[in-house]
Each structure stands twice: as C-alpha cells, then as structure tokens.
C-alpha cells in the first residue's frame, strides 16, 4: 500500500505557513499571542501578550514576581540583540548577614533568596524599544483570565496540593489566593487571581492616566511597578513579615523599594559560536547559556554526520563534553559586572582542542574537570546528592523540573515566536512561582527565589554579593544559517535546559530532523555536576534516559560506565522551536507532559 503521507511519524504536525507561528508552553498563551498577530502586532508585542498570559495560566512556572532572558533578532535593527531581565540581589544581602543568620547556603524558599524581580520591566523594555502596539493591547487578554478565570493545569493543582499544608500552617497569605474556601483547587476547574488581576489593572490605570503615546505610557506604567505601589507593597512585606523557609527558620527579607528603584532591565550583545553553516547566540555568562556554545566548541572535532540520535556514540559524545563544560560554568561563570568571565578563551580552538583530549569514546568520566585559565575561576566544593530530590520539590526549593523518576513537580515556561516580516524572539521566563514564597497580598503574587544559586562562600565567580546578578539557568536561544536569522527554541528544566537545546540542534543539523522530530526523539539528561539550586548537590555519573532509548544504547552506556536511570518514556524536555525559512514561518512544540502547544498560518 502507498502512503499518502511517507514522512516520519511525530505526535503533532510541524506548524508550517507565511503569516507567523508561536510556540509556547500552554494553549492559552499560544492562542493569545497568535491573536496579537492576527491584530496587525509583531513578534514583540506578541512575546509580551504571551508572557503576561503564561503568569496567568502557568502560576506554578512563573510569576510577575520572576526573571527572564530574552534573545532576538529585529529585523528594523538588523542584528540579534539580548534584553537581561534578571534582576539583581538586594543592597543587605550580604555574605556576612547571611552567615549571621546560621547559613550555609541561601535557602531555596522564603524570602532570603528573592532578588529584585526583573520581568515587568525586561516586557516593558521590549515593549517600548521593539513593539508596536499600547500597554493596554498586550496586558488586557491577562488581566481578563487573572480576574474571569481559565482551568487551572493538573499540575499547577498538584503543586498546590504539595504545597497545601505550608499555606495552611506559615504562608496565610498563599492560602488566601491558591486555597480558595480552603481546599486544593481541582484540575480543570475554573481559577480566578483577582488580587493579581487588580494589580496590573491598577498598573495599566495608572499608565493611561497621564495621557501621550504609547512610550510615555510605558515608562509611567515601569515607573508605577518600580516606584509605586508595587515597590511600595514589596517592600512593606519584607521589612515586616517573618517567612518560614525550607532552612526550618523564620527570615525576614532584604528587599527594599530602593532596590527596586536602582534596578533596570539592559540589552547586550549576546555570545555567539560559528558551528559550520550555523551561528549560535546566546545571553551571557550571568547565564548558564555559554555551556551550548562550549559544548559545540568540543564537539565539532568529531564527525557527528548521520550518526544515529539515539546510538550510543552519539549521546555518549554528547555527555563527555557537556560534562566538561558545565565544569567550566562552576568554575568560571558570573555576573560580568562583578566578574571577569574568559570566555574568548573559553571558546578558543586551542582551549576546546586541548579539553577535546579528555573526551574519552569507551569510557564515562566520574570527576568534575573543570579547565584552567591563569588568573580566573575559582574552586567549587563539590557536595554529593544522598537519596532523592523528592522531598525538597515537594518543599518547594529549587527551580522546580522534572523528576528522575517520571514524578513532574514543576517546570518553568518557554515560548518562541517569529512573525511574517521576519522577526524572531525566544524566552524563558521563571522564578516568582506558586511554591517558592508567599504571596503579597496587595499584589497577588509572590517574589522569585533565584539568589539561591549564589555561593555563601568568597571568591568564587558565584559568590553573593549586593547587586549582583546570579547565574540564572534560563536560557533562550537563536541561530543564524548561512548569514541570515534562521531559529529560536529552548526548553524549561534548571540545568538540563541546555542540554535539551543542544541535543534538538543536533538533531536538527546532523540528524537531518526537521523542528518537530527533533523534539520528539528520545532524550536524556545529566546529572554529573553540581545543581544551581539548593541544596547545590551533584550525582556524578548519573545519565537519565527516557524509556524510549533503545536497550542496546541503554546496555552500552552503561559499559561504558554511565550510571544509568530509566526515566518515564516521555520524560525529558519540554522544548518549543521556530524558524525561518523564506517564505516558510515554521514551528514545534513538546508532547510531553505538561504539553507545549504551536500556532500560525
């Protein structure tokens, strides 16, 4: 029999049309940013109506309260450009006051760790300097499903169910918001934030009062969050409230409205790697991002072409150099306003040739070996992981993802867009999440947790200090084919977000894997170095395959000396990606799980 379609089986169709596509992590969000598409916006302004949304439907993922990076190409500005929207820790949040609390490290939850929240002001920026449309446009379809309601996600009901009996017994003001008559929300029952709708309703109110175009509505409505009563409720709660956080102590917070006015969000230059047609961008190191560009550095001494994706050869080539550049990171990333980062070394032919030699084909490295650059890094003391995450996921610590095991106890959110004239944005907001602290009541949301990734010890790349950026996970990225803007895509995940991108890249250019197909494919993940999250432990060795890998992959890795874990079939990631291909617009997203969804025409 012929087959009237003899491609590849994938879950979904690759979205293909002229118009434009988005791709994100929830229907609704998708939906929404494919309408401002529809009503004459650009990518950009699609990107902030959708990232307004997922903090609506995704409050377990992300929140106003968080951070997030973007990376895009404009095609009026003819250049790919990074907006940092990961704010900074506060003024008193100092090494010494930390250990003068009893710490060793920040603990994940509470509100030790909260910097100042970078989001509204990074979509404002964007909105301003890249938009076209007024604040009303892209906030309104949020404001609508904070105060009318959508049906809340399983697992943002799962998250609160873990989360149940903090609310009840230390955090009040969370279960006033996400215990509504004091029971866990049901999957699919309608779900309302008013405080939070009534916040940006209030925010959008005043940005309209004072009349003129759009930019000044933008700038007053950037002014009311980090001047105005947002400042001011934030910081009326940390000078006032004692949080209990996962350290089992009550802290108060150092966040102050000064803080929140000292700070705002910046463009940069992004890092780039030329792999063969191919230029890679990404934010840099204040994000954990340069790992893709290091890992493509050492891997294109070998001949990838054709290899099976899901050989053993060809993920164990992949997890030799991952391991050695996320060594790199411990050793040397930072906020390069505090630290001197080497990446033109890091990246040089003649460092990745000479770490090239560690790679060895037959056998999985056990260490941590990080490179040597006179003059830079520094020495992170490796903390060992004992028994499971489990626990500290259902405490809400960390940058929730997805369990070794099949559990999900969370994730962040990821969207990628790319309109009909070619622009093309990619984002992966996170932080100010359900679990992470309480929330404030006259806002109705909590502040991120991200200062958890700094070290309480001195002298390291990653060593807290006031006003410093931590080494965020959230990382978006953006290639260019043979000169031209070609592809956004990026996944959730802490610190397998880069893992994933780098193996759907590969996928795609070695594998011969359209968007799709590459997200599909089996995937895998490492645990080998030390978390960015509390409690920073790592599991050396440790390589997690979906069930899906082949058995003779799984019994050759694990010869090879890989201490492999079988995770749930469809386990790992939840990428979304989008490119262009004149006239194509194209665009994938993840079936696992907690679905990502694509949009275009």
């Not at 029952?189 to 930019?215: D, H, M, P, Q, V």
């Not at 493509?296 to 001949?303: H, I, P, R, S, V």
């Amino acid at each position: 029999m012929k087959l009237i379609n003899p491609n590849p089986f994938t879950t979904r169709p690759e979205i293909v049309g002229t118009f434009g596509v988005v791709a994100s992590t929830h229907w609704i969000a998708t939906a929404v940013g494919m309408g401002i598409l529809e009503k004459g916006g650009n990518a950009f302004d699609a990107a902030v109506a959708t990232a307004f949304t997922l903090q609506v439907v995704e409050p377990h993922l992300c929140g106003p309260g968080g951070d997030v990076p973007l990376i895009l190409n404009s095609v009026k500005r003819g250049k790919t450009e990074v907006i940092c929207g990961q704010g900074t820790m506060p003024a008193g949040a100092t090494i010494a006051h930390y250990k003068s609390l009893g710490l060793d490290l920040i603990p994940g939850t509470g509100m030790l760790p909260a910097c100042v929240p970078g989001t509204f002001d990074a979509y404002m920026l964007l909105l301003r300097d890249y938009g076209t449309m007024r604040l009303a446009d892209v906030l309104s379809p949020a404001i609508g499903y904070f105060l009318n309601g959508h049906p809340l996600v399983e697992r943002a009901s799962a998250t609160i169910a873990t989360v149940a009996d903090n609310f009840r017994e230390h955090w009040p003001t969370s279960a006033a918001v996400f215990l509504p008559h004091d029971e866990v929300p049901k999957p699919a029952s309608l779900f309302c934030n008013t405080a939070a709708g009534n916040a940006y309703a209030r925010i959008l109110k005043e940005a309209e009062a004072g009349g003129g175009g759009r930019e000044a509505e933008i700038e007053r409505a950037r002014r009311t969050w980090s001047q105005g009563f947002v400042a001011e409720a934030i910081d009326r709660f940390c000078r006032t409230q004692d949080v209990m956080d996962v350290s089992g102590r009550r802290n108060r917070g150092v966040m102050t409205g000064d803080d929140l006015a000292r700070w705002q969000a910046t463009v940069e230059a992004p890092l780039t790697y030329d792999y063969g047609r191919y230029t890679v961008c990404k934010a840099g190191p204040w994000t954990q991002g340069p790992v893709v560009l290091q890992q493509l550095a050492l891997l294109e001494g070998f001949d990838l072409d054709g290899m099976d994706p899901t050989s053993a050869d060809f993920i164990h080539l992949q997890v030799e150099c991952l391991k050695l550049a996320y060594a790199d990171r411990e050793a040397f990333y930072g906020d390069p306003a505090f630290v001197e980062v080497p990446m033109p070394t890091l990246l040089s032919d003649a460092y990745n040739a000479d770490r090239r030699r560690l790679v060895d084909r037959a056998k999985a490295s056990l260490e941590l070996r990080p490179g040597k650059v006179e003059g830079y890094g520094g020495v992170v003391k490796l903390r060992r992981a004992e028994g499971s995450r489990t626990a500290v996921a259902a405490s809400g610590a960390g940058e929730p993802t997805v369990g070794r095991m099949g559990q999900t106890s969370g994730d962040t959110v990821h969207f990628d867009i790319v309109d009909r004239d070619g622009n093309m944005i990619s984002s992966t907001p996170s932080g100010g999440w359900l679990q992470g602290s309480p929330v404030i009541p006259e806002l109705g949301f909590p502040l991120g947790t991200r200062g958890q990734m700094f070290w309480l010890e001195e002298g390291l790349p990653g060593s807290l200090a006031p006003g410093k950026r931590p080494r965020t996970t959230l990382t978006p990225t953006l290639c260019h084919r043979d000169g031209e803007p070609y592809m956004v895509w990026g996944s959730p995940g802490g610190d397998q977000q880069d893992q994933w991108v780098t193996q759907h890249f590969l996928r795609h250019v070695h594998c011969g894997m359209n968007l799709q197909e590459a997200i599909d494919a089996p995937a895998w993940h490492s645990e080998h170095f030390p978390s960015s999250f509390w409690p920073r432990t790592a599991r050396p060795g440790v390589l997690v395959l979906e069930g899906r890998v082949p058995q003779a992959t799984v019994d050759e890795l694990k010869r090879r000396g890989h201490e492999v874990e079988i995770n749930d079939q469809w386990s790992e990631g939840r990428l979304t990606a989008a490119s262009r291909e004149d006239p194509w617009r194209k665009a994938a997203a993840n079936p696992r799980g907690m679905q990502g969804y694509a949009a275009g025409r």
